[in-house]
């Protein structure tokens, strides 16, 4: 069974997600009483994620190892994939206890869209160097 084509079926996910999510969240500080942006923006976090756990570990174990030109750029592109991943689990993990604990007011609304955001740019690199990896390298347009 051909097992290569998991990764790109799954990489959209958590890019677009993530992005969305986020940009809810930014738009739920500004309208505070409507509490549906912000609970959006925490069900797209989540879910981004559980999509990064699940596009790392198929580009970890379903994917060619390349060597060259190829191999750097993956290498890249795997750091990019595993600081996304960390970096959203960490944000996640602080706002499901800022949703538990009802501590949405605090300075920790603020630590965990400021992980959310650098979780958004680097899945936005990540997968920039990831289309630049198949596009410019591997199918060389």
């Not at 750097?72 to 706002?95: G, N, P, Q, V, Y």
């Not at 958004?120 to 160097?129: E, P, Q």
């Amino acid at each position: 069974m051909e097992t290569t084509h998991f990764h790109p079926m799954l990489v959209h996910f958590p890019i677009a997600l993530l992005i969305v999510g986020f940009l809810f969240d930014v738009v739920s500080v500004f309208f505070r009483k409507e509490k549906c942006l912000s609970k959006t923006g925490f069900f797209l976090m989540i879910l981004g994620t559980i999509g990064s756990v699940a596009a790392y570990l198929t580009g970890e174990f379903f994917t060619k190892e390349m060597t060259g030109i190829a191999g750097d750029m993956k290498e890249t592109h795997e750091l990019f994939a595993k600081i996304t991943m960390f970096t959203m689990i960490i944000a996640s993990t602080l706002r499901i206890w800022i949703v538990v604990l009802k501590k949405t007011e605090t300075f920790w609304q603020w630590i965990t869209l400021a992980l959310y955001f650098g979780g958004m740019v680097a899945v936005g690199y990540t997968g920039f160097l990831g289309g630049k990896l198949v596009y410019n390298v591997l199918i060389g347009y």
